[in-house]
């Protein structure tokens, strides 16, 4: 059964400094990985997905990587904003079925 | 595109109503999912189809709660009877296998149902 755990559970950081958010699965036989925002009280919104045989993906700020044999992967944002307080998910998906596993989210503040 | 569209948008409703929950997904997706989103429990996936054809009803926590999807723009998530317990956040998220999207999953903004 596939586990996805997310650490730290929460983050408070002060503007402009550069983060790392941990996303770790058990099974490593994945067929991709997507990171996701989540602002309070509203929907997710899909930031980057990575393939399977992908090693990175990045978009503006964020730079996201995956380590398959090591069931890992880093969301990286560099030069936080107040903006980029949020709750941020990690999802795998798994080689087979459409089965989307989530983990319990990192909840982000970057203050002013 | 409007994005995935779920309505309502907020549902209030006594234990033992009934609760009819709506989604329509991005046009062009074949995949459709709901899922539930709970404190306790994070983001649990109920059910999903293809095609408009249910694949995995797994996650479907008991017999009071159905899903259809009579059409490739339409799905309802029904509970009957309601429970407190069932008091959470359900999201709708549509995908499609595409060469640059492959499953890349969009979600509606949820509906907020809080039984009392």
């Known amino acids: 059964k596939q586990e996805v755990t997310q650490i730290p559970a929460a983050l408070s950081v002060p503007e402009g400094e550069n983060l790392v958010l941990n996303c770790s699965f058990t099974?490593?036989?994945?067929?991709?990985l997507q990171w996701f925002r989540q602002d309070p009280g509203k929907g997710l919104t899909s930031l980057l997905l990575i393939q399977s045989s992908q090693r990175e993906q990045t978009s503006g700020r964020l730079n996201a990587s995956l380590d398959k044999s090591s069931g890992r992967s880093t969301l990286y944002i560099a030069a936080s904003q107040p903006g980029d307080s949020a709750t941020y998910l990690c999802?795998?998906?798994?080689?087979?079925?459409?089965?989307?596993?989530f983990g319990p989210g990192t909840r982000l503040s970057v203050l002013p | 595109d409007a994005g995935v569209i779920q309505s309502p948008r907020h549902e209030v409703t006594e234990m033992g109503q009934e609760v009819t929950l709506r989604c329509k997904p991005i046009?062009?997706?074949?995949?459709l999912f709901w899922y539930r989103q709970t404190m306790m429990r994070g983001l649990e996936l109920l059910i999903y189809?293809?095609?408009?054809?249910?694949?995995?009803d797994s996650g479907m926590p008991e017999d009071r709660f159905s899903a259809k999807m009579p059409n490739a723009s339409f799905s309802t998530l029904k509970i009957q009877p309601s429970e407190p317990r069932d008091s959470a956040v359900y999201f709708c998220a549509s995908s499609s296998r595409t060469a640059n999207i492959n499953y890349e999953q969009y979600f509606g903004p949820g509906t907020r149902l809080t039984v009392t």
């Open positions: 099974d490593s036989a994945i067929y991709n």
């Open positions: 189809f293809n095609n408009n054809v249910p694949i995995d």
């Open positions: 999802a795998v998906k798994r080689n087979y079925g459409q089965n989307f596993v």
């Open positions: 046009s062009g997706h074949d995949y």
